[in-house]
Nanobody, 128 residues
Framework: QVQLVESGGGLVQPGGSLRLSCAASGFTLDYRTIGWFRQAPGKEREGVSCISASGGSTKFADSVKGQFTISRDNAKNTAYLQMSSLKPEDTATYYC?????????????????????WGRGTQVTVSS
């Protein structure tokens, strides 16, 4: 059974930080591109970041560059999204997803159709 489980979400004040985790079971992440997506109420799901199978290449949406970082620990079969300087507009449900190894050039990384497996999401709320 292939499963991805996100954790680490919650309520945080503006300017605060959270680290989200994505733990895989039933398969290895070693040969997968890992993406993080988010969806706010009434909005389309959008790509936030991704990391290549080796961890050597990363991508970020313009809206979060310099604010979020992505990493992975293949030995733990887990990926992470570190979120800092959070703003109310970062409020959303955050999802991790796994895809076959894909090119890191262009915008394919942010296409939801590229990803085969999805977690059920974790809620992040930024509010005072």
């Amino acid at each position: 059974q292939v499963q991805l489980v996100e954790s680490g979400g919650g309520l945080v004040q503006p300017g605060g930080s959270l680290r989200l985790s994505c733990a895989a079971s039933g398969f290895t992440l070693d040969y997968r591109t890992i993406g993080w997506f988010r969806q706010a109420p009434g909005k389309e799901r959008e790509g936030v970041s991704c990391i290549s199978a080796s961890g050597g290449s990363t991508k970020f949406a313009d809206s979060v560059k310099g604010q979020f970082t992505i990493s992975r620990d293949n030995a733990k079969n887990t990926a992470y999204l570190q979120m800092s300087s959070l703003k109310p507009e970062d409020t959303a449900t955050y999802y991790c997803a796994a895809a076959p190894k894909i090119p890191m050039d262009g915008n394919s990384w942010s296409d939801t159709d590229e990803y085969d497996d999805w977690g059920r999401g974790t809620q992040v709320t930024v509010s005072s």
